[in-house]
T-cell receptor, first 113, second 114 residues
C-alpha cells in the first residue's frame, strides 16, 4: 500500500534560517507528490506539487524535488520567516478510484524572530 | 474560480446528540469529494469519499456517515455523537476522473463533543 513518512516536529528555527523537512514515501507505480500547509486554525492549503520524477515544485520560496531513486520529496526554504510558522503535510496521490491522498503525520514549524 | 465552503465553523455538542456538517463546492461540476478528520495535534484521517451523487465510500468503520444529495454538496452526519468524535473536520474536492488530481480543502469545522 501507499504510505508517507515525514520527520516529527516541532522544528524550531530562527528567522532567516534554512529549512529542511524530510519526507519519504512508499508507493507502487508513479504517484504525484504534494506539500500542504496548515496555518493555525485554518484548513489545508496546497503549497506545491510534483507529478513525475525529477520535477521540482516551488511556491513562496519553498521547493521540493521528486526523487524516485530515494523515494523522497524533501521540503526546503532558504530563509524562513515568522509567517511560515505552520504545520506542513507531505502527501501522495496514486492512480486509484477516488484519487485519494495519503498523508504523512505533519511537521510543525515554529519560526522565532 | 472554484471555492469550497464548510459550515458551521465551530460546533460544541453534547454526547449523544446528532450531527450534521455541510460542505459545498462552487465553480466546478462532478467533483470528487472527501471528508477528513484531524484529531488534536495529529495527522489527517480520510473518513469518506464520493465520486458522484449517492456514491459514498467509507475508509474506516465509525460512528459517522456521509451523504451526497447533490453534485456539489457533501454532508457528514451522526445519529449520536461520542466524545471521540471531537476534532477538526475538513472537506476537500478534486476534479473527477481517475487522474492524480490535486485536492483542495475547505476551511474546516472544529467540533467539540462534551
Amino acid at each position: 500500500g501507499n504510505s508517507v513518512t515525514q520527520m516529527e516536529g516541532p522544528v524550531t528555527l530562527s528567522e532567516e534560517a534554512f529549512l529542511t523537512i524530510n519526507c519519504t514515501y512508499t508507493a507502487t507505480g508513479y504517484p504525484s507528490l504534494f506539500w500542504y500547509v496548515q496555518y493555525p486554525g485554518e484548513g489545508l492549503q496546497l503549497l506545491l506539487k510534483a507529478t513525475k520524477a525529477d520535477d521540482k515544485g516551488s511556491n513562496k520560496g519553498f521547493e521540493a524535488t521528486y526523487r524516485k531513486e530515494t523515494t523522497s520529496f524533501h521540503l526546503e526554504k532558504g530563509s524562513v520567516q515568522v509567517s511560515d510558522s505552520a504545520v506542513y503535510f507531505c502527501a501522495l496521490s496514486n492512480n486509484n478510484a477516488g484519487n485519494m491522498l495519503t498523508f504523512g503525520g505533519g511537521t510543525r514549524l515554529m519560526v522565532k524572530p | 474560480s472554484q471555492t469550497i465552503h464548510q459550515w458551521p465553523a465551530t460546533l460544541v455538542q453534547p454526547v449523544g446528540s446528532p450531527l450534521s456538517l455541510e460542505c459545498t463546492v462552487e465553480g466546478t461540476s462532478n467533483p470528487n469529494l472527501y471528508w477528513y478528520r484531524q484529531a488534536a495535534g495529529r495527522g489527517l484521517q480520510l473518513l469518506f469519499y464520493s465520486v458522484g451523487i449517492g456514491q459514498i465510500s467509507s475508509e474506516v468503520p465509525q460512528n459517522l456517515s456521509a451523504s451526497r444529495p447533490q453534485d456539489r454538496q457533501f454532508i457528514l452526519s451522526s445519529k449520536k455523537l461520542l466524545l471521540s468524535d471531537s476534532g477538526f473536520y475538513l472537506c476537500a474536492w478534486s476534479r473527477g476522473g481517475q487522474g492524480q488530481e490535486t485536492q483542495y480543502f475547505g476551511p474546516g469545522t472544529r467540533l467539540l463533543v462534551l
